[in-house]
């Protein structure tokens, strides 16, 4: 069964900084890998989506990078903002026609 | 926004009960898959289905069914709650003909059994 973790569960960083958040999953037969973003008690919203072929996907500050044979993804935020607080989920898809989560990054960008 | 859209938008109901949570997938998309998330957990995936048909289950019991109509919008339906079924329930919509491409995830019907 995959198996999907984040580190950190939390981060708090002050405005500016760039960050970077971890995803790493136990099955690397995977068919593709999303992060999301969701703020408190709202649905999800896609941030990157990387096919299984792919090394790394970029929009604006964001970079996200696929290391399949090592079970890795990492989520690059450059030059963080108060409004980009909110729990990053990742998760991966694989070739069953199954999706799997973290328990996602919370993060508090402060002014 | 995306196009996917739930409802209700908050549901209570008491251990036993049965209840029906809807979705309507974006326009184009064929395939809608349904998760759970508890507080303070990262979505768990129940099935997913593509056109019409179930094309995918996690490890959720017979109790948690559902439904795709002809125009891809989709019916969850939870039999005999428990108080564990207390959750956010997401669906999401995805592909153009492909079906596991990029999820587009609707703003979640928050169930609460008591």
């Known amino acids: 069964k995959q198996e999907v973790t984040q580190i950190p569960a939390a981060l708090s960083v002050p405005e500016g900084e760039n960050l970077v958040l971890n995803c790493s999953f136990t099955?690397?037969?995977?068919?593709?890998l999303q992060w999301f973003r969701q703020d408190p008690g709202k649905g999800l919203t896609s941030l990157l989506l990387?096919?299984?072929?792919?090394r790394e996907q970029t929009s604006g500050r964001l970079n996200a990078s696929l290391d399949k044979s090592s079970g890795r993804s990492t989520l690059y935020i450059a030059a963080s903002q108060p409004g980009d607080s909110a729990t990053y989920l990742c998760?991966?898809?694989?070739?069953?026609?199954?999706?799997?989560f973290g328990s996602g990054t919370k993060l508090n960008v402060k002014p | 926004e995306t196009g996917v859209t739930q409802s209700p938008t908050h549901l209570i109901k008491t251990r036993g009960q049965q209840v029906t949570l809807r979705c309507s997938s974006q326009?184009?998309?064929?395939?809608v898959s349904w998760y759970q998330q508890a507080l303070g957990q990262g979505p768990q995936f129940i099935f997913q289905?593509?056109?019409?048909?179930?094309?995918g289950r996690g490890n959720f019991p017979p109790r948690f069914s559902g439904l795709q109509f002809p125009n891809y919008s989709s019916e969850l339906n939870v039999n005999a709650l428990e108080l564990d079924d207390s959750a956010l329930y997401l669906c999401?919509?995805?592909?153009?003909?492909?079906?596991?491409?990029?999820?587009?995830f609707g703003p979640g019907t928050r169930l609460t059994v008591t």
């Open positions: 999401a919509s995805s592909g153009a003909g492909v079906p596991f491409y990029e999820q587009y």
């Open positions: 990387i096919q299984s072929s792919q």
């Open positions: 289905y593509y056109r019409e048909e179930e094309n």
């Open positions: 326009s184009g998309h064929n395939t």
């Open positions: 998760a991966v898809g694989n070739n069953f026609n199954k999706f799997y």
């Open positions: 099955d690397s037969a995977i068919y593709n």
